[in-house]
């Protein structure tokens, strides 16, 4: 009898570890999500602000490209530096603005059903994105030093003392731009401090971080 008893007592003891164990399980996995929950929204919340910006640049963009458009189609090619040099500009900012389009649905896509895995894979996606299209944009800088050239000041000292020179310093920043604003320079202080100018990557690297820290304490929860 007394060892009965005890098999009892052992199993309604057992019994309840199990059950303690699961309880504590769901509660793990309930605060767990809730907190990927909140991380989520907060991180929506930061991409969000940045669809309206997106998207007065890219009405902004239409316009001047339009406006851009027009001197081309009014110069044509009466000066051929003005009118390269501004179709050019004008290609770039069309490029632009077919990005910042693409960046609005990206940003769109991202919804609280997803796997925080997967909401970091597209944070990665857009910001590798962002960097680049500034890196690209970069590159019509030496353009705004050549709009205004003549074919008539080729023989003068002022084309090779101001004019050209000055190119040449914006073709060389266009081109260290270009090199350096990458992914794997973002530690460089100068290049983040350039980067966080502007709300836009600002904000990005906010919510990028915000999942950082909800997969960061999954890990340390399980262990």
């Known amino acids: 009898m007394e060892e009965a008893t005890i098999k009892k007592i052992w199993e309604d003891s057992t019994r309840q570890l199990e059950r303690a164990r699961v309880l504590n399980l769901q509660s793990w996995a309930l605060n767990l999500r809730s907190f990927e929950m909140m991380q989520l929204q907060k991180a929506k919340s930061r991409l969000h602000a940045l669809v309206p910006l997106k998207l007065f640049a890219v009405v902004a963009g239409i316009v001047w490209v339009l406006f851009l458009g027009l001197l081309v189609y009014g110069n044509r090619m009466a000066n051929p530096f003005f009118t390269i040099s501004v179709a050019i500009i004008?290609?770039?900012?069309l490029l632009a603005i077919v990005v910042y389009l693409r960046h609005v649905v990206w940003i769109r896509q991202?919804?609280?059903?997803?796997?925080?895995?997967?909401t970091q894979e597209k944070l990665s996606r857009l910001q590798v994105s962002t960097?680049?299209?500034?890196r690209i944009l970069m590159l019509q800088m030496p353009f705004y030093a050549t709009w205004f050239w003549h074919i008539s000041w080729i023989g003068t000292a002022r084309f090779w003392l101001i004019s050209f020179p000055a190119a040449l310093c914006c073709a060389w920043l266009s081109y260290w731009f270009f090199k350096n604003l990458t992914l794997r320079n973002m530690d460089n202080?100068?290049?983040r401090r350039f980067m966080l100018l502007g709300p836009e990557y600002r904000n990005l690297l906010q919510a990028k971080a915000m999942m950082e820290e909800t997969?960061?304490?999954?890990?340390?929860?399980?262990?």
Do not use: G, P
């Open 215 to 223: 997969i960061s304490f999954r890990e340390n929860t399980v262990e």
């Open 110 to 118: 991202i919804s609280y059903s997803e796997s925080v895995v997967a």
């Open 131 to 134: 960097i680049n299209t500034v």
């Open 90 to 93: 004008a290609l770039f900012n």
């Open 189 to 191: 202080k100068w290049v």
